[in-house]
């Protein structure tokens, strides 16, 4: 089954990912992973990803695309996939399109609100990277970690001001892509404001039992 994820910051896009690639036994690919992996072995390619990220550049399409057609050509990667956080530009979907044909394209809902309510008050352990919510899922002790007792912190990504620029950015980008997949009949709702549990019971609904 060859997946694409979509989703707005703070639609759980990765969480999901992660349980339905171990139910559905596919690897959840991310453009993120791709790029260390290639820069950690240091391939061509590689060496060109280490230089652009360097200097605090975006990777071109082009560039992103050849790494994603190298891993997707990985034995790992033939039974299936999901592809998280790419393609996220309509380029990048036509050249995807080029060389693999998609199952589904899963879309991922969730009010703006929603999303700030999340990710504003959400914390992290400076020691051990729990994550922990003021309101959701609270620290026992305010500021501390259960786990291990480190300090807790918020992440310069998840202010307010920035999760509302980080949408902004996501509306501008790649909603586009939700119209695109829309009219090749690929994609699937899913409503993801509730758990993440809840999330999968709709995912298996809509895609089908794991084979
Ligand atoms: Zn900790």
């Known amino acids: 089954m060859k997946l694409i994820f979509l989703g ?40 060109k990803v280490k230089e652009i990220v360097g200097r605090g550049d975006l990777v071109p399409d082009d560039l992103t695309v050849s790494l994603v057609r190298e891993r997707l050509g990985q034995p790992d990667a033939q039974g299936g996939y999901i592809l998280d956080g790419f393609p ?12 693999q044909s998609m199952d589904a394209v899963v879309n991922f809902t969730i009010s703006d609100e929603t999303v700030i309510g999340r990710l504003s008050g959400r914390e992290v352990c400076k020691s051990c990277g729990a ?23 918020t992440r310069p990504d998840d202010t307010l001001e920035s999760i509302t620029n980080r949408l902004e950015i996501y509306k501008k980008q790649t909603e586009p892509l939700v119209s695109y997949y829309r009219k090749k009949k690929l994609l699937r709702d899913i409503d993801s404001s509730k758990s993440p549990e809840d999330t999968l019971l709709q995912i298996r609904k809509v895609l089908g039992k794991p084979k």
């Open 88 to 99: 996220r530009t309509i380029p990048q979907a036509a050249a995807l399109e080029a060389f």
């Open 131 to 153: 994550i922990y919510h003021v309101k959701n899922m609270p620290s026992k002790v305010k500021g501390i970690c259960d786990k291990c007792g480190g300090a807790l912190y």
């Open 8 to 47: 707005p910051p703070g639609a759980g896009k990765g969480t999901l990912a992660g349980l339905v690639s171990k139910e559905y036994d596919i690897p959840q690919i991310s453009t993120g992973d791709i790029f260390r992996d290639a820069i950690k072995r240091e391939t061509e390619l590689g060496k």
